[in-house]
């Protein structure tokens, strides 16, 4: 068996394993909403308490599809969101760590070049006429 028939048996086991994480996280939260303590929401209009407390033990089965889906694009999002802000951090201080060593050393290193130009004609020049000539075999 090549490596080419092993690869989308692969892929299909990673995406198994994704959608099983992704139901068992979804179960929990599921589950989760039970153990929440009521939110202290109180909603007066006119001096008169309409609304009183939030508990999610008690939302519909639709409404709590939609906290866990809610949840659940939050966890996606936060996924992909920390690692890009990371990334892009780090960029930031590679960029400024350059700026502020490398290109001093970058043109101190120019300036050396500049400086010792006529040194290494001199000694570019002797190892020319010190070689040995290549000879052309017939």
Same mark, same amino acid.
């Given at each position: 068996?090549?490596?080419?028939?092993?690869?989308?048996?692969?892929?299909?086991?990673?995406?198994?394993?994704?959608?099983?994480?992704?139901?068992?996280?979804?179960?929990? =939260?599921?589950?989760?909403?039970?153990? *929440?303590?009521? %939110?202290? =929401?109180?909603?007066?209009?006119?001096?008169?308490? @309409? *609304?009183?407390? @939030?508990?999610?033990?008690?939302?519909?089965?639709?409404?709590?599809? %939609?906290?866990?889906?809610?949840?659940?694009?939050? $966890? =996606?999002?936060?996924? !992909?969101?920390?690692?890009?802000?990371?990334?892009? !951090? $780090?960029?930031?201080?590679?960029?400024?760590?350059?700026?502020?060593?490398?290109?001093?050393?970058? *043109?101190?290193?120019? %300036?050396?070049?500049?400086?010792?130009?006529? @040194?290494? $004609?001199?000694?570019?020049?002797?190892?020319?006429? $010190?070689?040995?000539?290549?000879?052309?075999?017939?």
């Amino acid at each position: 068996m090549s490596r080419s028939d092993r690869r989308p048996r692969g892929r299909a086991v990673t995406l198994a394993l994704a959608v099983l994480l992704i139901a068992v996280i979804a179960s929990a =939260l599921w589950i989760a909403i039970d153990t *929440f303590p009521p %939110v202290p =929401l109180h909603v007066v209009i006119d001096g008169e308490e @309409v *609304f009183h407390g @939030v508990h999610l033990a008690e939302l519909a089965t639709g409404q709590r599809l %939609v906290l866990v889906i809610g949840a659940m694009m939050a $966890l =996606l999002i936060a996924v !992909v969101a920390i690692p890009v802000a990371l990334v892009m !951090v $780090l960029l930031g201080v590679l960029l400024a760590v350059v700026s502020v060593v490398g290109l001093p050393l970058l *043109f101190a290193a120019a %300036v050396v070049v500049a400086l010792l130009s006529p @040194v290494l $004609l001199v000694v570019w020049l002797v190892w020319r006429t $010190l070689r040995p000539r290549p000879t052309i075999a017939a």
